[in-house]
């Protein structure tokens, strides 16, 4: 059974910095895509932030572009999520899977992100 465990969240001021990490069960992570998404307050929908895929390329939304950084530890099975320069707009409930959400595994806990102003 595939397992995602995302940690690291917390509450951090407007311009602070935090690191999550998403660890999965078996070798899930090393040998697919992985995105990082987020599901802010109040919205039914997950949006995709960031995606790395097996050989290390990565994507963003325009959203996050030039204050997150997607990377990945194959070793560890291990994907991470730097995210710099913080804004109000960023809280939300953050989740790893798949890049691709239509193939998404089942959804982890997530972990919460809470940005003051």
């Known amino acids: 059974q595939v397992q995602l465990v995302e940690s690291g969240g917390g509450l951090v001021q407007a311009g602070g910095s935090l690191r999550l990490s998403c660890a999965g069960s078996?070798?899930?992570?090393?040998?697919?895509?992985m995105g990082w998404y987020r599901q802010a307050p109040g919205k039914q929908r997950r949006e995709l932030v960031a995606?790395?895929?097996?050989?290390?390329?990565?994507s963003y939304a325009d959203s996050v572009k030039g204050r997150f950084t997607i990377s990945r530890d194959n070793a560890k099975n291990t994907v991470y999520l730097q995210m710099n320069s913080l804004k109000p707009e960023d809280t939300a409930v953050y989740y790893c899977?798949?890049?691709?959400?239509?193939?998404?595994?089942?959804w982890g806990q997530g972990t919460q992100v809470t940005v003051s102003s």
């Open positions: 899977n798949k890049a691709m959400e239509s193939r998404a595994w089942d």
């Open positions: 078996g070798s899930i992570v090393s040998l697919n895509a």
């Open positions: 995606t790395i895929g097996t050989y290390g390329s990565t």
